[in-house]
């Protein structure tokens, strides 16, 4: 079932991990006074039997399942290393969306910087954002576009102006 299908970023990746949603749900459910090492392992335990996880990537799907269970619950994951970004393309899957994404994985690769891409597709994750169109590209929590597919020389623009507002504060 496609609608069961979540996408986390694991390294400069993004992967579809099938089952994610329900042992995400499952676990919200019982996960009070629990430790992060607790839900990473519920987490792998719970989507392991499904997905194939390359046995010297164990860790990095564990880190990556916590990120998507703490954003999947509202709360602010652990923030991208320094000179790193976190972005989100929120939108169901179209072809406008899938062109965002592409856009912006080119880009970050371009300016070899570090980053968490993901793409946002539950519309009730979407409506979060209370955004009146799709696709809509949110940059370190900051909703830079909505409805519209912007060019990769404005993405480009963004995350050089990003990059620069952290050396910024990292020379403060």
């Known amino acids: 079932m496609a609608s069961d299908i979540v996408q986390v970023s694991i390294g400069d990746r993004t ?4 089952g994610l949603k ?33 046995p010297k990537m164990v860790e990095a799907y564990k880190d990556a399942l916590l990120r998507a269970f703490k ?48 793409h946002v597709t539950d519309p009730a994750e979407i409506a979060k954002y209370g955004l009146m169109g799709v696709p809509a590209l949110v940059i370190n ?8 597919l912007p060019d990769r020389n404005r993405i480009r623009q963004w995350l050089m102006d990003l990059k620069a507002s952290q050396e910024c504060k990292e020379g403060a």
Do not use: W
């Not at 900051?142 to 519209?148: D, L």
């Open 15 to 18: 992967i579809g991990i099938v």
């Open 22 to 54: 329900k042992v995400m749900t499952d676990l919200a459910a019982t996960a009070t006074g629990k430790t992060d090492e607790e839900c990473r392992e519920i987490l792998y335990r719970g989507i392991a039997e499904q997905n194939y996880i390359p």
């Open 71 to 118: 954003v999947f619950t509202g709360e602010t994951p652990e923030e991208v290393p320094a000179g790193g970004v976190r972005i989100q393309v929120l939108g169901p899957g179209c072809h406008n969306c899938d062109r965002m994404e592409q856009d912006v994985r080119e880009v970050l690769a371009e300016l070899k910087m570090p980053g968490d891409l993901s």
């Open 141 to 148: 929590s900051r909703v830079v576009c909505v409805g519209t």
